[in-house]
């Protein structure tokens, strides 16, 4: 999904602002149609009639309806899209802007909530301050980057490992709304494998806690890392339960690109609670502990060296090319090879390393260094790295 750019594409970092109206002549009628029920709409007319006339959830916006084809192949279908489309931008019913957004940037849509306490005295939910919107925002960021991630691989601990890819991910998903409910436009069909696997993660995750909870055992936790569980999608979980009564996450599949194989009709809401918390924290203790080192041989630039012995031993930070699936990772290395890290530095030439990828502090770290040497490359393929990585730190 090619999303608009400009002031119009809110990020997960960023306010929400209002989306684009969609093009009438785009909209295909069955899948207005399906927004319109998915989000309580009636339509009027029997079954087999060549239009449909649809009346908002009742009580939300009187005397509203929208007069809709039953495909497009009508002499008129457009012109009624079109006064559909006009109808719900002006109309006062809430799901309308949800619909308009689902026709202009059609997604699966991914919704967060987070149920907060009545202040003391109150018999019904304050305004969420600042501050619980931006935890559900980072709930909702770090959650969709540990379903890309694993939709790419699974692994109990990530680490900094497929960072790119998840932030990859991230940047062409839409979101809308704050605290205490947000919305996010994931990109579909190409965009499915990093949801499907949220949503089974998610899943897993919620029976394993279950499970814990009644058993006392936390071997599920284990079991889970094969559906998609990981300690980030753990921790995303606990940044959105905490301060809250309960923390839901729904999906709606794109009515576009319609559902995915293996998940029928059902509908997708996975809830939890404070009660939790103590298994969760408990599984993210679990799932670093049991994620192994990792055997690497990486490629990678030199792009700091700090020692405090000109004699000495000293670290270097590579900037890594190829061999593993982090940006940069930390080397402590013995006086000889520090030197050849140096002159490799000064030469802007590659250097091979070996050693373990260690999950101590996110898999930034390389132990037990062996075997480096510089490795030469091609002018023309030297240049384009050197010019990424003055891309990466913004020159």
């Known amino acids: 999904m090619t999303l608009p750019h400009g002031p119009m594409r809110p990020t997960l970092g960023e306010p929400p602002q209002t989306g684009p109206l969609p093009d009438p002549a785009a909209v295909d009628p069955a899948v207005l149609a399906t927004l319109l029920a998915r989000h309580g709409w009636v339509r009027r007319g029997g079954p087999t009639a060549r239009y449909g006339r649809w009346t908002p959830p009742e009580g939300t916006d009187p005397g509203v309806s929208l007069l809709v084809p039953a495909g497009d192949g009508f002499d008129d279908a ?167 009564t309960a923390g839901r996450i729904t999906v709606a599949w794109s009515a576009a690109a319609g559902t995915p194989g293996g998940f029928g009709d059902r509908r997708i809401a996975v809830e939890f609670s404070p009660g939790d918390l103590p298994a969760l924290d408990e599984a993210a203790d679990l799932l670093e502990r049991i994620e192994p080192a990792v055997a690497v041989t990486l490629v990678g630039l030199v792009v700091r060296l700090k020692r405090a012995d000109p004699a000495g031993p000293g670290g270097v930070r590579l900037r890594v090319l190829g061999g593993a699936e982090v940006d940069e990772v930390k080397v402590r290395l013995p006086d000889p090879a520090y030197r050849l890290a140096a002159e490799a530095h000064l030469a802007g030439t590659p250097v091979r390393i070996s050693g373990r990828l260690e999950r101590r502090g996110g898999f930034r770290r390389l132990t037990r260094p062996t075997g480096l040497e510089p490795c030469g490359l091609e002018d023309a393929e030297r240049e384009r790295l050197l010019k990424t990585l003055g891309e990466g730190r913004g020159e």
Not at 111 to 126: C, E, F, I, K
Not at 160 to 170: I, K, M, N, S, Y
Not at 189 to 196: C, K, L, Q, S, Y
């Open 78 to 244: 457009v012109e009624l899209l079109t006064d559909a489309v006009t109808a719900l931008a002006r109309s006062a019913t809430p799901s309308a802007r949800a619909i308009l957004l689902a026709l202009a940037l059609p997604g699966d849509e991914l919704q967060w909530y987070r149920d907060l306490a009545a202040p003391a005295g109150a018999t019904t939910p304050g305004a969420a301050p600042w501050e619980d919107t931006e935890r559900l925002r980072h709930a909702a960021r770090a959650m969709l980057a540990a379903g890309a991630k694993a939709g790419r691989t699974r692994a109990a601990y990530f680490g900094a490992r497929l960072d790119a890819w998840a932030g990859d991910f991230l940047d062409r998903v839409l979101v809308v709304g704050g605290a205490p409910g947000l919305t996010a436009y994931t990109p579909a069909p190409e965009g499915r494998a990093a949801v499907t696997t949220l949503v089974r993660a998610l899943e897993a995750l919620r029976d394993a806690v279950d499970y814990r909870r009644v058993s006392g055992g936390g071997e599920a936790f284990e079991n889970a890392v094969q559906s998609g569980v990981s300690r980030e999608l753990v921790e995303s979980v606990q940044e959105l339960v905490r301060g809250a």
